[in-house]
């Protein structure tokens, strides 16, 4: 088998033991907790955002159980996983807990990770890496954050950090984050960037919809707005190594990409702030492949694909104009940075069954986009991984 024929999920959480310890102690969101269920027995619950309903969600070992993680993996014939801290991370911790913190599960990450023997079939691939943790809460210095950057460099199952969308408080365009995005291109680490927060919760009206516009909808419109201001603050000019990894393919950001360009072009304020126009970015980013569909999947590759064309500020539509192959050059160039993920643990099956839906329906999604040939299909289930985060080598 070669090495473009594994599958790796790139978008895999944890609560590590440390963490879920942690959360058992609070009081208050987030927190893990025992409740008696319908059936009067005694089990543990998940409350981890302000609004949802008070009795949370269901919580159990595949959430911190390393054996659970594999198993889910054999399940699904997964060769490798990265696996990243579940949110909320650290945001809700005070700077000198953050830090501590961060610098303890980082060490219980790397400890998960190389302790699994490498791939049969690999020599020097592991089953597990991780994205570390960076103590990114109001009050944070800079040496703080930096330091943490440089203790995930040195792991060497750590090949990145996960990061939420509110920085230190003000959004990831607040400049204070200058050296932090320094630090992270110049030690090579991804970014992962992952929603919490969602949008103002009064959107979603009264009537009881359960997690499902808040997860639907509120996290991608998260992950959309966060990147558009990482982008109109100029991050991507200024620090052209970064590599950021955007969960549940880029939210609604290829679809707004040309709506985004086009504001840019007629605002005064910022028409000439930036070195390219606003679609040129997309080819400059990287985006898992969580999103159900193939025509999504699709879609999502078309706009990643084109932005070369757009590396002139000012550029019309015109700019990608079909050359006569129906657009499928275009398409598989996208393909180059979409990668396979699960989700796990999150999205588990409502009913009895063997294998995860989630799981198949990414899976089914990833064969079914059309233009895509065998060859970008095997790099988006994983040979696209192994280059992003240099593995095995």
């Known amino acids: 088998m070669s090495a473009q024929r594994l599958l790796v999920d790139i978008h895999t959480h944890v609560y590590l033991p440390r963490y879920a310890a942690f959360l058992r102690s609070r009081a208050s969101v987030p927190r893990i907790f025992l409740r008696t269920s319908p059936e009067g027995k005694q089990e543990e619950r998940l409350l981890i955002l302000d609004d949802e309903p008070s009795s949370g969600r269901p919580i159990g070992a595949q959430y911190w159980d390393r054996d659970e993680k594999l198993k889910f993996m054999d399940m699904h014939s997964i060769d490798v996983s990265v696996v990243s801290s579940a949110n909320p991370w650290l945001d809700f911790l005070p700077a000198s807990t953050a830090h501590t913190l961060a610098s303890e599960?980082?060490?219980?990450?790397?400890?998960?990770?190389?302790?699994?023997?490498?791939?049969s079939s690999h020599s020097g691939v592991k089953r597990l890496y991780g994205f570390g943790l960076l103590p990114l809460v109001p009050g944070a210095t800079t040496e703080s954050i930096v330091s943490t950057v440089e203790q995930i460099a040195q792991l060497p199952h750590l090949k990145g950090v996960i990061m939420?969308?509110?920085?230190?408080?003000?959004?990831?365009?607040?400049?204070?984050?200058?050296?932090?995005?320094?630090?992270?291109?110049?030690?090579?680490?991804?970014?992962?960037?992952?929603?919490?927060?969602?949008?103002?919760?009064?959107?979603?009206?009264?009537?009881?919809?359960?997690h499902v516009l808040p997860l639907a909808l509120g996290f991608p419109f998260e992950t959309t707005i966060a990147t558009t201001r990482l982008i109109l603050a100029g991050v991507l000019d200024r620090h052209p190594a970064l590599r950021v990894l955007l969960a549940h393919s880029g939210g609604a950001l290829p679809q707004l990409s040309s709506r985004l360009a086009s504001c840019v072009a007629h605002d005064p304020l910022v028409a000439q702030?930036?070195?390219?126009d606003a679609r040129f970015y997309l080819g400059k980013l990287y985006f898992d492949a969580v999103a159900y569909g193939a025509e999504e999947l699709g879609f999502v590759s078309d706009?990643?694909?084109?932005?070369?064309?757009?590396?002139?500020?000012?550029?019309?539509?015109?700019?990608?104009?079909?050359?006569?192959?129906?657009?499928?050059?275009?398409?598989?160039a996208g393909s180059k940075r979409m990668l396979f993920g699960t989700d796990h643990p999150f999205f588990p099956p409502l009913g009895e069954t063997e294998r995860w839906k989630s799981v198949v329906e990414n899976l089914e999604a990833i064969d079914g986009v059309w233009g895509w040939t065998e060859a970008e299909k095997d790099a988006v289930r994983g040979g696209n991984a192994l280059v992003l985060f240099n593995l095995g080598s």
């Open 164 to 210: 939420g969308s509110r920085g230190l408080g003000k959004g990831l365009d607040d400049d204070a984050l200058e050296p932090v995005w320094a630090a992270l291109a110049k030690a090579n680490l991804v970014v992962f960037l992952h929603p919490h927060y969602g949008v103002d919760k009064h959107a979603w009206g009264d009537k009881e919809n359960g």
């Open 105 to 119: 599960l980082n060490a219980d990450l790397e400890s998960y990770c190389s302790s699994e023997p490498s791939l």
């Open 273 to 276: 702030r930036l070195a390219h």
């Open 303 to 332: 706009a990643v694909g084109r932005a070369d064309k757009f590396a002139q500020v000012g550029a019309s539509a015109a700019a990608s104009a079909g050359s006569g192959d129906n657009g499928s050059a275009r398409r598989r």
